[in-house]
């Protein structure tokens, strides 16, 4: 244990010593993270904005103020709306998941006809951001516009704004800096992990340690350690620069954010047998280099990392989820919002565990204490 112990802190001593290391494992997220909260701010909402409506007259009126509407929404390009006509018996169910529910009360023709003005009912559970103000202005302009068809009477709909939806719990700060500790995962495992430990072994130092009166696996398990110690500092930062900066906070209790490390530590623990296994099938530097960035790149953008994925195809989207790195994220998520539970997360603890082991008894295999060049 004193050897292991020692071999930690001389490469932890190491890994700090490196300027580029530490720019890139500690410094480059903290920047992605105040660009990402300038450029998107909390409208984490990028893909397309779904429109429920719900008309509860069914009347000729209400068909053609719908009809407007709806034209108006296909003719404008600067919010992709995905509009849905729900049939009353439904309405609670198609509306769970929409981002606006636009309801056309019962009475509506009858108003019309009398002259006097229909409130209506315009619900969001999205909350507030730039494509929430955007998709109001929009459903307004048209609501409008379908006044002016009746210039000389009164207004026969008025779209008040909807009221605040109560604040979600996982918001785009949080949904960031969670993306982001994924990112130093998938950094630190892959090219922090996999290139060094074959730039060590070809060259010449685990035959060095191999003179020592110690267990040669002792020194890979060292390097494993000092790297998830390195993963959960970084992420650490990232939540408290993310807390003092933004604001952000964490509803779940201690068991669910206990939780949440302990499926962080996991995920650290695959994706470094990962590295591992690259490690153990690669001849060079180079060519790890290679399989890491054929790896990294790929999955730092389908991740669902830094960009929710919701305007992605739901096929694309459900194969997205059932990925490592995905599964992992989710998990995480879940945790730090208090819903974290077996029925929900047994999926990513079983892929990211057998992730784990194949990895590692595959690296146990191909792995190799000499230089193969």
């Known amino acids: 244990m004193k050897i292991l112990l020692h071999l930690i802190k001389a490469d932890l001593a190491m890994f700090l010593r490196g300027k580029l290391a530490l720019f890139w494992t500690f410094a480059f997220p903290l920047l992605m993270l105040v660009m990402q909260m300038a450029l998107f701010g909390q409208d984490v909402k990028l893909g397309p904005v779904s429109l429920a409506i719900v008309d509860l007259d069914r009347s000729t009126e209400s068909s053609a103020y ?13 919010v992709d709306f995905s ?6 018996n439904s309405a609670d169910s198609a509306t769970a998941q929409a981002d606006f529910v636009l309801t056309v009360p019962a009475g509506f023709a009858a108003n019309v006809a009398a002259g006097r003005t229909t409130d209506i009912a315009l ?14 202005g929009l459903l307004r ?5 379908y006044n002016l068809n009746g210039l000389n009477a009164p207004p026969r709909v008025a779209l008040p704004p909807p009221p605040a939806a109560a604040e979600q719990a996982l918001d785009y700060r949080l949904f960031l800096v969670t993306g982001l500790a994924g990112m130093v995962i998938l950094s630190t495992s892959l090219m922090g992990f996999a290139g060094p430990l074959v730039a060590a072994r070809e060259g010449g130092m ?4 191999q003179l020592f009166p110690m267990p040669t696996g002792v020194v890979v398990a060292a390097w494993c350690v000092s790297r998830l110690l390195i993963v959960l500092a970084a992420s650490l ?5 993310a807390w003092a900066i933004y604001g952000v906070r964490v509803n779940a209790d201690g068991v669910q954010v206990a939780a949440a490390i302990a499926m962080l530590a996991l995920g650290a623990g695959a994706f470094l047998a990962l ?19 054929l790896l990294y790149f790929p999955l730092l953008f389908s991740g669902n990392l830094m960009v929710p994925l919701g305007g992605l195809p739901k096929l694309a989207r459900e194969a997205l989820d059932c990925l490592p790195l995905n599964a992992m994220m989710s998990s995480i998520r879940r945790g730090l919002t208090g819903g974290m539970g077996w029925s929900t997360d047994i999926y990513s603890v079983a892929l990211l565990s057998a992730m784990l082991v194949a990895c590692l008894a595959l690296s146990a295999r191909r792995f190799t204490w000499m230089p193969r060049s």
């Open 275 to 293: 590295g591992l296994l690259i490690a153990a099938m690669t001849n060079s530097v180079a060519a790890a280099t290679m399989f890491c960035n």
């Open 206 to 209: 685990f035959r060095m340690y």
């Open 66 to 78: 719908l009809r407007q509407l709806q034209a108006g929404l296909r003719q404008q390009h600067s």
């Open 237 to 241: 930062a990232m939540f408290v620069a």
């Open 123 to 136: 619900r969001s559970g999205h909350g507030a951001g730039a494509a929430f103000d955007a998709a109001y």
């Open 141 to 145: 302009g048209y609501s409008d516009a």
């Open 83 to 88: 509009p849905v006509t729900t049939p009353v």
